[in-house]
């Protein structure tokens, strides 16, 4: 798995972190104060990156989470076959599937021989934007 760990206080909005086996972006973060007995709470609410579903999480400062390791690559799209892209690796000249976006104007600019920003999430795929 191509993930790291972290110490749930260092991240920010706009972080990445791991809920529920899922990789999510932090869309809100608040800190409850420290109390008689222990560490400040932290409430996480973020977005999952593959399902779009939203995520919260409440645990201590210093408990340490699950941040996945995003790989940023660049490839071609070869051919678009319903709902999903053959794309090729601009550095391995890989050829491989991902699924349509979900975004519809990130969805309108896709054509055979765009050259596309993809992130590899926990093995994973994901077309994030047309260059």
């Not at 590899?120 to 994030?128: A, N, P």
């Given at each position: 798995?191509?993930?790291?760990?972290?110490?749930?206080?260092?991240?920010?909005?706009?972080s990445?972190?791991?809920?529920?086996?899922?990789?999510?972006?932090?869309?809100?973060?608040?800190?409850?104060?420290?109390?008689?007995?222990?560490?400040?709470?932290?409430?996480?609410?973020?977005?999952?990156?593959?399902?779009?579903?939203?995520?919260?999480l409440?645990?201590?400062?210093?408990?340490?989470?699950?941040?996945?390791?995003?790989?940023?690559?660049?490839?071609?799209?070869?051919?678009?076959?319903?709902?999903?892209?053959?794309?090729?690796?601009?550095?391995?000249?890989?050829?491989?599937?991902?699924?349509?976006?979900?975004?519809?104007?990130l969805?309108?600019?896709?054509?055979?021989?765009?050259?596309?920003?993809?992130?590899?999430?926990?093995?994973?795929r994901?077309?994030?934007?047309?260059?």
């Amino acid at each position: 798995m191509s993930i790291t760990y972290a110490e749930l206080g260092e991240l920010r909005e706009g972080s990445y972190i791991v809920i529920d086996g899922e990789p999510c972006k932090i869309v809100e973060m608040s800190r409850a104060k420290t109390g008689k007995h222990g560490s400040a709470k932290v409430h996480i609410v973020a977005i999952g990156m593959f399902t779009g579903s939203r995520k919260t999480l409440v645990a201590p400062s210093d408990q340490r989470v699950e941040v996945p390791i995003i790989e940023k690559r660049t490839a071609q799209v070869l051919a678009i076959t319903g709902n999903t892209l053959q794309l090729m690796d601009l550095e391995s000249y890989e050829t491989f599937e991902v699924d349509m976006p979900e975004d519809k104007s990130l969805a309108s600019k896709l054509v055979p021989g765009s050259e596309v920003e993809y992130w590899v999430i926990m093995g994973r795929r994901k077309i994030i934007r047309v260059k």
